[in-house]
């Protein structure tokens, strides 16, 4: 009964962390595109298609694009002529 009475803590405890990092990254990860910082606009955009990803919408100067094998929706900020941001972004926004 002891054991019991430690087990049943921790089995919660450990399930809020699971839980807790499957919602850490809710959209995907864009971990294999952030190196595009600071690279040309034209570059870059070759190289996001090169890499899996489809410019879903061109919004001014920011571009959402998706990749279908990560299920990733990456927002891209380009500014000055190059990549400024790279981040995850809601799956709404590349109409998923």
């Given amino acids: ?4 009475k430690y087990t049943i803590p921790m089995a919660l405890l450990l399930s809020v962390w699971a839980m807790a990092g499957l919602a850490a ?8 595109i952030v ?5 040309p606009a034209e570059q870059a955009e070759t190289e996001l298609a090169n890499r899996g990803y489809t410019r879903v919408i061109r919004e001014a100067e920011l571009t959402y694009w ?5 299920r990733t929706c990456a927002g ?3 500014t000055g ?7 995850s972004v809601q799956l709404s926004f590349c109409e998923r």
Avoid: A, F, H
């Fill in 35 to 39: 190196d595009l910082q600071g690279v």
């Fill in 76 to 78: 891209i900020l380009m």
């Fill in 66 to 70: 998706w990749n279908e094998k990560t």
């Fill in 81 to 87: 002529g190059s990549v400024t941001e790279v981040e």
């Fill in 1 to 4: 009964m002891k054991c019991l």
């Fill in 25 to 32: 990254q809710p959209y995907g990860d864009v971990s294999d």
